[in-house]
C-alpha cells in the first residue's frame, strides 16, 4: 500500500510539473493573449471557414520559410536538347514542401552548318556540362544554402557567386597542370631537325606578303569559355528569386521590381515591347540578299500587347499567303527557324576584311556605316538596328551612333560576355552603342542582372531582355523583363510552345496590371549622341556577340487591312 500511494505522488509531482513547464512554454509564445486576440477580431467578421480564417490570422506569427533541400535534374530544352531544372523544397510551418521549379535555357556557340564532328563535340560538351550543373546542385549547392531564406537573394547569390569563383580557380589550376605535363612530355619526345619533313609548311620567306596584312578591320575575339557546370549557378539564383515570390504570395515581376528598387513598390510598371520576329531571311529567302537576316515586328505603343499581337498574327497571315508557292496548299513557317545553334554569319560574311552584303558584293566597315544611314533615311520606319557591325568595328559603331541614334536604337545583341566581363571590369573597352540585348543564361544571377540594368537605367541606355538559342518553356524571363523595367523583350516567331508560352505570360501580366491600374504606357525615345559629351569608356557601350548578327525594327503606320509595325534585321 505504501509503494502504491508513494507511486501516485509522483505521478502527480510529474503531472504538476508538466502544467508548469506547459504554461511557461505557452506564455514564452504568448499563446493565450493571440488566442484571445484572434477570438475577438475574428468574432465580429463570423467568418464561414472560422479554422480557416484563424489558421491564417495565426500564419503571419509563424517562422520565415528556409530553405531545406535543392534538387536538379537533366530534362529537356524547346527543341530536345538536354538542360538543367532546378527544384526549391522549403521547411514551411514545420514541413517539408516544394516551393517551385525553373527550367534553364541556353546558348550555343558553335556555327550554322557545323561538322558532324563539331556537333558531336557540342552534344558530348554540352551533356557533360548539364550533368556537372545537376551535381553541383544536388550536392555543393544544397549543402551550402540549407537554412537560408529565399527571400535573402544578396546573400545566396553572394555565396554562387564565390563557389563559382572557386569552381573557375580550381579549372585554371587543372589546365595548368595539364599544359605543364603537356610541355614536359614534348621536351623529352621531340628532337630538333634542320629538314623540313614531308607534308610540313614551309615558313614565309622575308618580305613575302601574307594574306593577313591585306585584314582591313581585326580579327574577331575568340568566343567566351564557359565553365562546365555553370548552368547550376544562373538556374539556383533564378529558382532562390521564384521561391521567394511564391513564398511572398507576390508575381515574380514584382518580386524583382522590389529587389531592383530596395523594397520600394513601384507605382506604375511599363511592360516591355515585344520584338517579333517576321521573317528569317536566310530561311525563307535564300536569294542574293545578305544586308537583311530577320524581319522584326514592334507594336505600336498606343496600342495594348493584346491588340499589338493580334495586329502582328494578321500580318504573319498574310505573308505566309504571299510567300506560298505556287501549287503548294502548305504554308511556310515563318519565323519558326531552327533554334538550337547560333548563327555565325558575321565571321562568313566577311572576305578579307569586307562585309557581303549581297552575293559577290563587298563593302568595308565604312561603307557599312553609309549604307545603314541611307537605309534609316530612306526608311524612317526603321526604330532599331541590331547589330548592324562586329563589335571589333568600334570606331564605326561609334560613327554610326553619331549618325543615326537620334533616329532609331543602335542595339548590340550580346550573350554571356556581356554579364560576366562588365562584372569584372566596368572599364573594358567596348563599342558605343544605344542599349543592349541581355540573356539569362551560364553563371548569370539575378543580382547581376539587376545591378546591370540600374547601371544602364542611370545612363539613360535601353535595357532588351532576350531569349537564349536553345529556350526552354520556362516563362521566367517574361518576369524578369517586366521587373527590371526593359524597353523591349525579343522572345522570337509567334510559333512553337516554348516561345507562345512566354507571349502568353506577357499578355496575363499586362491584364493583371491593367486591373490594378498600375500599367504606364511605353515610350519609344531616342538618344542623341552627337548632343551628349560621351566619355572614352562607359558600360552603355556594350559590344555586339560574335556571331555580329544585325536586326532593324521598322515601325509602319497601320493600314486600313491592320498592319504592324514591321521590323527588319540587317545580317552581315
Not at 544554402?145 to 587543372?174: A, H
Not at 533554334?339 to 572576305?351: D, F, I, P, S, Y
Not at 516554348?498 to 498600375?518: H, S
Request: glycine content about 6%.
Amino acid at each position: 500500500m505504501e509503494a502504491g500511494g508513494r507511486r501516485q505522488q509522483e505521478e502527480r509531482r510529474r503531472l504538476r510539473e508538466l502544467r508548469q513547464e506547459a504554461v511557461e512554454y505557452y506564455r514564452g509564445h504568448r499563446v493565450q493573449q493571440r488566442v484571445e486576440d484572434a477570438l475577438n477580431a475574428l468574432f465580429p467578421l463570423r467568418p464561414a471557414d472560422l479554422y480557416g480564417e484563424l489558421a491564417n490570422y495565426f500564419s503571419k506569427f509563424s517562422k520565415a520559410p528556409v530553405i531545406c533541400k535543392l534538387v536538379g535534374r537533366k530534362v529537356l530544352d524547346g527543341v530536345g536538347q538536354p538542360t538543367l531544372e532546378v527544384e526549391i523544397y522549403c521547411t514551411v510551418k514545420n514541413y517539408e514542401k516544394k516551393i517551385c521549379s525553373i527550367v534553364m535555357s541556353s546558348h550555343s556557340q558553335i556555327p550554322e552548318n557545323p561538322l558532324s564532328e563539331t556537333t558531336e563535340a557540342d552534344e558530348k560538351e554540352r551533356n557533360d556540362s548539364v550533368n556537372t550543373a545537376v551535381e553541383w546542385v544536388n550536392e555543393s549547392l544544397n549543402t551550402m544554402l540549407k537554412n537560408l531564406k529565399p527571400t535573402d537573394q544578396c546573400e545566396v547569390d553572394k555565396m554562387l557567386g564565390e563557389y563559382f569563383s572557386k569552381k573557375v580557380e580550381e579549372k585554371k589550376e587543372i589546365q595548368k597542370q595539364e599544359e605543364a605535363a603537356e610541355a614536359t612530355l614534348t621536351l623529352t619526345s621531340c628532337t630538333p631537325s634542320a629538314t623540313a619533313l614531308p607534308g610540313e609548311k614551309k615558313t614565309a620567306k622575308p618580305g613575302k606578303k601574307v594574306a593577313v596584312a591585306e585584314r582591313r578591320i581585326p580579327p574577331a575575339e575568340p568566343w567566351e569559355s564557359v565553365l562546365c557546370g555553370s548552368l547550376a549557378i544562373g538556374g539556383t539564383s533564378l529558382a532562390i528569386a521564384k521561391a521567394a515570390a511564391t513564398i511572398s504570395h507576390i508575381p515574380l515581376y514584382l518580386h524583382i521590381a522590389l529587389l531592383k528598387h530596395d523594397q520600394d513598390s513601384p507605382k506604375e510598371m511599363t511592360l516591355p515591347l515585344p520584338m517579333v520576329t517576321l521573317l528569317n531571311c536566310e530561311k525563307i529567302l535564300p536569294a542574293k540578299l545578305k544586308l537583311v537576316k530577320e524581319i522584326i515586328l514592334i507594336p505600336p505603343v498606343q496600342l495594348s500587347l493584346k491588340q499589338g499581337i493580334e495586329r502582328v498574327l494578321d500580318i504573319q497571315k498574310e505573308m505566309m499567303r504571299l510567300l506560298e508557292p505556287p501549287g503548294k496548299t502548305t504554308s511556310p513557317q515563318l519565323a519558326n527557324s531552327k533554334k538550337g545553334r547560333a548563327h555565325n554569319t558575321g565571321k562568313k560574311a566577311l572576305v578579307k576584311g569586307k562585309y557581303e552584303i549581297l552575293t559577290g558584293t563587298f563593302k568595308s566597315p565604312e561603307e557599312m556605316v553609309d549604307i545603314y544611314v541611307e537605309l534609316i533615311n530612306k526608311f524612317p520606319f526603321i526604330i532599331a538596328l541590331i547589330d548592324p557591325l562586329r563589335k571589333e568595328d568600334r570606331q564605326q559603331w561609334s560613327n554610326i551612333c553619331y549618325a543615326l541614334g537620334s533616329k532609331c536604337y543602335l542595339i548590340a545583341e550580346d550573350a554571356a560576355t556581356c554579364i560576366s566581363k562588365l562584372k569584372i571590369d566596368q572599364n573594358i573597352s567596348i563599342p558605343m552603342c544605344s542599349g543592349v540585348v541581355l540573356k539569362y543564361i551560364n553563371q548569370t544571377k539575378v543580382s547581376d542582372l539587376i545591378e546591370l540594368t540600374g547601371l544602364l537605367d542611370g545612363q539613360r541606355h535601353i535595357t532588351i531582355l532576350g531569349s537564349p538559342d536553345r529556350e526552354s518553356s520556362d516563362d521566367s524571363l517574361v518576369d524578369l523583363a517586366v521587373g527590371l523595367g526593359a524597353r523591349f523583350i525579343k522572345l522570337g516567331g509567334l510559333s512553337r510552345g516554348e516561345r507562345v508560352t512566354k507571349y502568353n505570360r506577357l499578355l496575363a501580366i499586362e491584364e493583371e496590371l491593367a486591373k490594378n491600374g498600375t500599367l504606364r504606357e511605353a515610350n519609344l525615345k531616342f538618344i542623341a549622341f552627337a548632343e551628349e559629351s560621351q566619355p572614352e569608356k562607359q558600360l552603355s557601350d556594350v559590344p555586339p556577340p560574335p556571331k555580329a548578327r544585325a536586326v532593324a525594327s521598322t515601325a509602319l503606320p497601320a493600314s486600313p487591312a491592320g498592319s504592324q509595325p514591321a521590323c527588319s534585321a540587317p545580317s552581315k
